[in-house]
């Protein structure tokens, strides 16, 4: 392959990870047909991006979107993944589809840059998401709140509470009278 082409090819891969820094590799090699494009077709709904490529060259446009040291996992038969809400989705998405099919191997990936392993990847799909750690800090930031409008109720609710009994032991007084 002439360099102005290895040129073309790594321009597109850079073009299409954009400015993608959270990248999977996975081995897909031994997936037949039908299952291939069952993997891709749903990952696809999903915005996540799959892209089988020669190790060399996505190494190449790996380093000039800055993502380095990916030798490790782009050794062999390589797809990239990338894609999907954040990296912790799209890490859940290929963790779920390698435990599903066997033939489906995790290889490791780079995030914000930094590679990671095969059983970093696997730790990452465990941990929460974006939107699971958006829903927990506005939890933590309403619970002072809720708090506090709790103890500015209940003493009143418990006065309230008392009235109405002074209030209703009156009118069966005033009744019996």
Request: charged share 25%; hydrophobic share 40%.
């Amino acid at each position: 392959m002439s360099k102005p082409i290895k040129q073309m090819i790594i321009d597109d891969i850079r073009q299409k990870l954009g400015e993608c820094r959270d990248v999977l590799g996975v081995n897909s090699s031994k997936l037949d047909a039908i299952t291939d494009n069952r993997v891709r077709g749903t990952l696809r709904a999903k915005g996540i991006h799959l892209l089988q490529v020669k190790n060399t060259l996505a190494r190449r446009a790996l380093e000039e979107v800055g993502v380095k040291s990916m030798e490790t996992v782009l050794a062999g038969p390589s797809t990239l993944v990338w894609g999907g809400e954040d990296i912790v989705s799209l890490s859940k998405e290929i963790a779920k589809w390698a435990k599903e099919i066997d033939k489906l191997e995790i290889k490791g990936g780079a995030v914000e840059g930094q590679v990671v392993d095969a059983k970093g990847v696997v730790e990452l799909s465990k941990s929460p998401g974006r939107l699971e750690l958006i829903s927990q800090i506005v939890g933590l930031a309403l619970s002072p709140g809720a708090r506090l409008a709790g103890a500015l109720l209940g003493p009143g609710g418990t006065i309230s509470g008392q009235l109405k009994a002074m209030a209703d032991k009156d009118e069966d007084a005033s009744a019996a009278a």
